[in-house]
Nanobody, 126 residues
């Protein structure tokens, strides 16, 4: 069982930056891929980024490329999402998710993730 707790959301002006964190419980964190997704008001949840278990492979959704960076610290059992050059359309609830260990490769599909955090709100004002 993996429990995930996101933090770091908040209100920021367009062009600003935020760093989200997702702390995971359990001893299997280093053996599973992680992902970030977001859901804007009135829209379906969408893929943001994913990182492999070892951290060597990352994938981003097209709107995030060049602005967002996903990373992880397997000693601290934490995955991060650094978000720069934020836009109002980045507003939404951001969720981190974990694949069932020991699945090492990341995925862009929500259905490939077994564990989800409660989400953290990000609001970007224009």
């Amino acid at each position: 069982q993996v429990q995930l707790v996101e933090s770091g959301g908040g209100l920021v002006q367009a062009g600003g930056s935020l760093r989200l964190s997702c702390a995971a419980s359990g001893r299997t964190f280093s053996s599973t891929a992680m992902g970030w997704f977001r859901q804007a008001p009135g829209k379906e949840r969408e893929f943001v980024a994913t990182i492999s278990a070892g951290g060597g492979s990352t994938t981003y959704g097209d709107p995030m490329k060049g602005r967002f960076t996903v990373s992880r610290d397997n000693v601290k059992n934490t995955v991060y999402l650094q978000m720069n050059s934020l836009k109002p359309e980045d507003t939404g609830v951001y969720y981190c998710a974990a694949r069932e260990p020991p699945l090492w490769l990341g995925s862009t599909l929500q259905s490939d993730y077994s564990y989800w955090g409660q989400g953290t709100q990000v609001t970007v004002s224009s």
